[in-house]
C-alpha cells in the first residue's frame, strides 16, 4: 500500500513552505526560462523513488511559486485556504472517491446535499434551488446559461437538448458593458455566438443603467437571458439587480448573475443597498476559491428552477425530478461526469468558519480595502478610480512628467511586483491602465495593509525621485 514517508515527506514540505509563507517574495523570483531549466527531462525511461519525486519537485518549482496563499497578495481576487479546508482537500485526494453519482462515493453526495443547504441559507438565496459545485465560476457561468438556455428554449417550445440549437428561435443574450470575460465565453460554448450579444451602457462604477436595460428589452423579440453582475472586478461595484431583475422579468427574461466574488457580499449588512434584490434572480454563479477561501478548484452554480438544470446537465437526458427522496447524485448538476469530490473542502471551510467567522471575514476584507485606499490617497500622486465599496482597490499613478499616467502606472506595479513586499497586479479602466488591489485572503492582517501600502509608496517615491 502506500508509503507512508511520502506522506511524511509531504508534511514536511508543506510545513517548510507555509512557515516561509508570510516572509517570501510574493511574487515569483525565478523566469520562466529557469524553471524550464530546472524542471525539465527527458521523459524518464525507468521510475524513480517517490521520496526523491516529491522532494526535487518541490525544491526545483519553488522559485516560481507565487505565495498566493499568502496575506499580501492582492492579485485578481484571490482567496487563500482557510486551514480545515486546506485539511479537507488532502483528504480528498487521500479518499480519493470519484464524486460521480451517489453509488460511487455515498459520503461525496451527502455532502454536497449538506453544503448546498448551509450556501442557500448564507446567501439568502430560494431554498428551493438547484446546486452544482464546478471548477469555477467561469463553468458556473456555463452551468447557469444552459440551464436558461433550456428554460427560455423550451417555454418559445424548444427542446435544445434533443433538437439543437440550429433552427432553433432566436435567443436575445443581454448583458452589461462591464461583464466579464468569463461570461462571453460560457456564452461561447454555449452556442449563442459572441457577436450576437447585446451590452447594456455602465455608469463610471461599471453599474448597468436600468432605463439603458428597460430601452434595449422593449426592442427584443422572442426568448431573453439577461447577465447581470454582483461585484465588478475592477471596482467591486454591484448592478442594480432590485430595479433591474423587476424590468427583466417584466420582459420574461430569465436572469442570471455573475457573482464569483462580490455574491459573498451579502453576508455584509453594511452592503444592504449594493446587494438588495439579488436573489430575486433565476440563477447566480460564484466562486468559492476567491472569496470563500477554499483551495483551487471550486466554483458553485446555482439555479432557482431545478428542472432546467438537470435537463441541461444530467446524462442521457434524464429529466426526473429532485427532491422526490433520491440520492444526490453530483453529476446531474454539471458538465463532468467523473469528477473530485468537490464538496468536502467547501464543508470544512463553513463548518470551521461558521457564519459569524464567514460574516467577520468578508467585514473585514471591505474595511481593509478601505484602509488601503485611504493609506495611498495620502499621497497626491497616487490616484483611487473606484468608490470602495467591496474588497477591490483601483489605483492610478500620476506620471511626474504629466504625459502618460497609463504607461507610467504600469512601471510602478511592475517595480512594486519585483520588490516583492506584495503583488497586485495590472487592469484596463476606461481605456487606460490601473493597477488593482484584491483583499480576499482570510489572513490578511491590517498591519499587512500598512506594510504593503508603505511599499507601494516607497516604490512610488524612488521612482518619482
Ligand atoms: C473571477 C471571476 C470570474 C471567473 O471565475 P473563475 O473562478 O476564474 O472561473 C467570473 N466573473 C467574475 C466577476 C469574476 O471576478
Known amino acids: 500500500m502506500i508509503d507512508k514517508k511520502v506522506l511524511e515527506a509531504t508534511l514536511e514540505v508543506a510545513i517548510d513552505y507555509f512557515e516561509d509563507l508570510e516572509s517570501r517574495h510574493v511574487g515569483p523570483i525565478k523566469s520562466v526560462e529557469e524553471l524550464r531549466r530546472d524542471l525539465a527531462m527527458d521523459l524518464p525511461e525507468k521510475g524513480e523513488d517517490p521520496l526523491e519525486v516529491i522532494r526535487d519537485m518541490a525544491v526545483k518549482a519553488d522559485g516560481g511559486l507565487v505565495a498566493s496563499p499568502g ?3 492582492f492579485g485578481f481576487v484571490t482567496g487563500g485556504a482557510v486551514p480545515a479546508s ?92 462591464e ?5 462571453i465565453n460560457a456564452l461561447k460554448m454555449l452556442g449563442f455566438g459572441t457577436e450576437n450579444i447585446r451590452y447594456i451602457t455602465a455608469d463610471g462604477q461599471g453599474r448597468m443603467i436600468p432605463s439603458e436595460l428597460e430601452k434595449m428589452l422593449s426592442s427584443c423579440n422572442g426568448p431573453i437571458i439577461l447577465s447581470v453582475q454582483a461585484g465588478n472586478v475592477n471596482t467591486g461595484a454591484f448592478d442594480p439587480c432590485e430595479e433591474i431583475i423587476e424590468i ?7 436572469v ?28 447566480w454563479a460564484t466562486d468559492a476559491h476567491k472569496w470563500l477561501n477554499v483551495p483551487y478548484d471550486s466554483g458553485i452554480a446555482i439555479v432557482a428552477r431545478p428542472e432546467p438544470h438537470k435537463r441541461a446537465m444530467a446524462p442521457g437526458y434524464v429529466a426526473y425530478l429532485p427532491g422526490q427522496g433520491e440520492k444526490r447524485d453530483p453529476s446531474q448538476w454539471v458538465p463532468e461526469s467523473s469528477r473530485r469530490a468537490r464538496g468536502f473542502t467547501l464543508y470544512a471551510a463553513i463548518r470551521s468558519l461558521g457564519k459569524n467567522g464567514l460574516c467577520e471575514m468578508v467585514e473585514r476584507h471591505c474595511r481593509q480595502a478601505r484602509l488601503m485606499a485611504s493609506l495611498l490617497k495620502e499621497d497626491p500622486d497616487i490616484q483611487i478610480l473606484n468608490e470602495v465599496v467591496l474588497n477591490q482597490v483601483l489605483v492610478r499613478f ?3 512628467e504629466g504625459i502618460d499616467d497609463s504607461g507610467f502606472t504600469r512601471r510602478v506595479m511592475s517595480h512594486v511586483q519585483e ?33 504593503s501600502a508603505q511599499a507601494i509608496r516607497r516604490v512610488l517615491a524612488r521612482l518619482v525621485e
Open 248 to 254: 427583466a422579468h417584466r420582459y420574461g427574461a430569465w
Open 179 to 183: 461583464a466579464h470575460v468569463t461570461l
Open 256 to 283: 442570471h448573475v455573475d457573482g464569483a466574488f462580490g455574491l459573498w457580499g451579502k453576508l455584509n449588512p453594511v452592503l444592504a443597498a449594493e446587494t438588495g434584490g439579488v436573489e430575486l434572480a433565476d440563477s
Open 419 to 451: 520588490e516583492g513586499t506584495c503583488w497586485a497586479g495590472g487592469s484596463r479602466w476606461e481605456d487606460s491602465d490601473a493597477m488593482r488591489i484584491s483583499v480576499s485572503n482570510w489572513a490578511t492582517t491590517d498591519e499587512d495593509i500598512k506594510i
Open 71 to 73: 496575506p499580501r497578495y
Open 398 to 400: 500620476r506620471d511626474p
Open 86 to 177: 486546506l485539511g479537507a482537500d488532502w483528504l480528498t485526494s487521500v479518499w480519493d472517491q470519484n464524486g460521480m453519482i451517489s453509488l460511487s462515493s455515498p459520503a461525496a453526495g451527502v455532502v454536497e446535499e449538506v453544503v448546498s443547504s448551509w450556501v442557500l441559507e448564507l446567501l439568502g438565496l430560494p431554498s428551493g434551488s438547484s446546486v452544482g459545485f464546478v471548477t469555477g465560476c467561469q463553468m458556473a457561468n456555463f452551468t447557469c446559461l444552459a440551464a436558461a438556455r433550456n428554460h427560455v428554449l423550451n417555454s418559445a417550445g424548444w427542446d435544445v437538448e434533443k433538437q439543437g440549437l440550429s433552427g432553433a428561435p432566436h435567443v436575445n443574450i443581454v448583458v452589461g458593458a
